[in-house]
Each structure stands twice: as C-alpha cells, then as structure tokens.
C-alpha cells in the first residue's frame, strides 16, 4: 500500500469550501464535471437504443431525513432520467448488516454491482481476494482531480485504486449547550471534567453521554482517541503493526482502563449496549444526551433535527491524565464505493460511478453537507446558510497536526473481533479486568501473525 500522507490529507481538507463569492452556484469542477458527463450520456442513447442495464447499489443510507441519503438518491435519479436503460436497485443496509453481507458476498465471489468498504485494513482482504475491480481505468485527470489530496492512498494496493471514498473526517464529541446550561456544566476541557460532570448530568435527568452499543464501533472510534491522548500522541497501533509495541503496553492498558472508568461512573445512556447507530444518532438529534462522540460527518443530520438546531457545539475529545494534545485527532477516510469484480454490469457501473462523484460534491453543497467531504467543493459556506456548528467544524480542519485511523481500520479483523466484543462487554459485566481483555487482544494478534 502507498504510504499515508495523513498531515497532506488534512491539509488539503483545509482547501474543502473554497471561499468565492459566487456561493453554491459557482460552476466548479464538480458540478461542470458532472454536466458533460450527464451530456455524454444522453448523446450516447440518442445514437440507438440501448439494452436495459439493472445496477444494484449497496448503499448505507437507509435514513430519508439525512443529505447522504437524498444526495446519493437524487444523483441516481438524475442518472436514470438521461439514461433510461438503466435501472438503480438500492440495497439499504446499516453498517453491521452490510459489513456481514460484504463478507457473506465476497466468501461466493459474487459482490454487488456497487457496495461500500471501509479503508485501509477493512478494505485490503477484499482486494487481495480479487473480489473488487481496481478502477484505475476510470480515475482519469478530471475524477482524480476532485479528491483531497492523499485520499485515494487508504484505498490503494499495490498500485490499485479498489474505492473511491465520498468522506473524509475527524472525530469529537458534540455537546448540546442548552443541556449543559441546564445541569450547570461547563464544556470540558480535560477528561477528568468529564468524568466530573456525570453527577451533575444525572441529577439533572440527562445521561451524559450517547453510545451505540450495540454496534461496537462507536465504542471503539472512542476509545481510539484515548488512546492517542494516553500515548501522548497518535500512532500506538501503528507501532503494534511495525512490531515495536504490544497490546499488553501499560499505555494500551490504561486506555482500557479510562474507557471503563467513564462506564462505571455512568456516563452512557441506560442499556447502551442495546443501541444501534440509527437510534443513539436519532435520540441525540431529539435533544436526549449531553454528549455524543462521533465523526464530522454528523453535522448535516443534527443541522436538519429542529429539536437541536442552534444548540449543538464540537470539541475535540480532551487531554486524559495531562496527556495528549487537541490537534490530534481520530482521522476517518470514509466509507467508500467499490465495484464487484465479477460484476456483468461493470462497464456501466463504472460509467454511473463517475457521474454519482462527479456531482456528489455539487450536491453536497447545495443540501448543506459539504462538511467533511473527500473531495473539494466550490462555495462560501456562509453566504450558502451554513449553520454556526458546520462553519466551526470545518475550521477546526485547520488546526490538525496528527492522527490515527480507527482501530478497524489499522488492525487485522480477527483481532478486531476481539477489540469489538471486549470493549461492548464493558458495558455490561464491571468485572471485566484491563490486563485480561489487553492480553486477549495480545494473544489473538500473535496468532494472527503465525
């Protein structure tokens, strides 16, 4: 795999909202792009009919209220107005389901026409079992140009390009100022504010914080920054995977540790463990939880939820013990669009993919979610009426020095397993002992490596 540009990809981020004066109707390359490709794509049906073409797209939009969803669905509707030939079946999943699925797909050679990977070590056995096409072939100068630099280099193997991602994000925690106000908190600074705060939270009646449980990889994406702050800096993981740190390290030890504490003192709502994304999303949004830590691309759903509207900060996850700086982040190359090798549709696939990218960041724009975008997009967010929160957030682009990717995105998925079930096992047995689930984490490596 290429090596990681981390600091030129936030960089580049940086350059995401190009500030002109022309706003959401500035006819940037995205929008142009798209145009000739949907004007190729008529001329090429006026010269005869054409067979009827079916495409199934496996997407992870299942919510209507989200931009993700409407934007990907007005592309595709778009798409099949001037291409009348052609069909797009959608595949709606949430996450575990389309990761089980992929999987289940993949095992019979037989992937979606369109599915969505994650990067990095999520993406590479699927690349290595020549179950997803490489789409070198159509990242010609104008696609390639829209993405942030470095980006494509978290879906790249030997010299392959097997996604194309449609966001890029850090990760923090959002806090709702009217509940703070209300329990009489501050917006913490350290960890141990957080951990200070939870009393006064319950005896206000709101829970402190959100989790979705039930889906372990919320748990995880924070835990990952503790982590890094524990480490005094990113690049634990990575050390693990070069060989020269353990997961039995003290520092490992003791992420594990500040991540139970913060459970027993009860910081997550009731039942956590029950909660998928969907709901602790939807009840955060419904203005029910204090704090939610979660990736960048949640600004566009909180600024549709009336029930928030106005009243939702970012902040990036706080030193613990001391540890850790602000300008280091959990950095989150997002899910991305693949195309099944074996696919009878490829061609055509591939032809609908560049279109969906083509006009993705346009659209973005103008339904308020360019933040945290893979590609650049033209327009002043201000005068387009982004919220305070999105013009915030995508300032704190800025300020990042460093990061890590999630742990599944870095450690191979039999250790991963084990991550996953030993943290959601936090949240529901206190008797779990840091050493032990460090040493699990630890033996299933070893055996990963043989």
């Known amino acids: 795999m290429k090596k990681r540009r981390t600091l030129s990809l936030i960089a580049a981020a940086t350059l995401t909202v190009v500030l002109t004066a022309c706003g959401g109707n500035s006819g940037g390359n995205a929008g142009t792009g798209g145009s000739e ?46 291409n009348p030939n052609v069909k797009i079946e959608w595949d709606r999943l949430d996450i575990e389901q389309q990761k089980v699925k992929l999987k289940t797909q993949a095992a019979s050679g037989e992937v979606s026409d369109i599915t969505m990977v994650n990067p990095g070590a999520q993406l590479q056995p699927f690349a290595d079992g020549k179950v997803l096409a490489p789409l070198n072939d159509m990242l010609d100068d104008e696609l390639k140009g829209t993405f942030l630099e470095g980006v494509l280099d978290y879906y790249t193997f030997d010299g392959n390009v ?18 703070f106000e209300k329990a009489g908190v501050q917006p913490p600074a350290t960890y141990e504010d957080i951990i ?39 690049k634990f993981l990575d050390e693990v995977v070069a060989g020269n740190k353990q997961f039995t390290d003290p520092v490992f030890v003791e992420a594990i540790q500040k991540l139970q504490d913060l459970i027993k003192a009860g910081a997550y709502q009731e039942g956590a463990a029950t909660y998928d994304y969907n709901t602790t999303s939807q009840q955060f949004r419904d203005g029910q939880g204090a704090m939610y830590y979660m990736g960048t691309w949640e600004v566009s759903a909180i600024d549709a939820s009336e029930a928030v509207k106005g009243k939702i900060g970012f902040l990036p996850f706080p030193s613990v013990g001391g540890k850790g700086g602000a300008g280091d982040y959990v950095i989150a190359p997002g899910t991305a669009y693949a195309l099944g090798a074996n696919s009878e549709n490829l ?43 999105a013009i915030d957030v995508m300032a704190l682009f800025n300020q990042v020095k460093g990061g890590d990717m999630n742990f599944d995105n870095v450690i191979e998925p039999a250790t991963t397993q084990v991550h996953l079930n030993g943290l959601q096992s936090l949240l529901v047995d206190d008797g779990v002992k840091a050493e032990e689930l460090a040493q699990q984490h630890q033996t299933s490596w070893e055996a990963s490596k043989k």
């Open 37 to 82: 490709s949907g004007a190729s794509g008529a001329a090429a049906n006026a010269g005869g009919t054409k067979e009827n073409v079916t495409i199934t797209f496996q997407t992870l939009q299942t919510d209507k209220s989200t931009p993700q969803y409407q934007v990907e669905e007005e592309i595709a509707n778009n798409y099949m107005k001037e």
């Open 347 to 389: 061609d055509e696939s591939k032809k609908f993919l560049k279109y969906l990218l083509m006009n993705y960041p346009k659209v973005a724009f103008e339904k308020k979610a360019a933040v945290g975008l893979a590609q650049k997009v033209d327009g002043d967010m201000k005068a387009a009426g982004y919220s305070q929160l």
């Open 162 to 179: 097997y996604a194309l991602p449609y966001n890029m994000n850090i990760a923090g925690i959002y806090y709702n100022k009217e509940l």
């Open 196 to 234: 200070a705060s939870i009393p006064k939270f319950k005896e206000a009646g709101i829970p402190a914080m959100m989790v979705a449980g039930k889906d372990r990889w919320p748990l995880s994406f924070m835990f990952t920054n503790i982590l890094q702050r524990v480490n005094g800096g990113p």
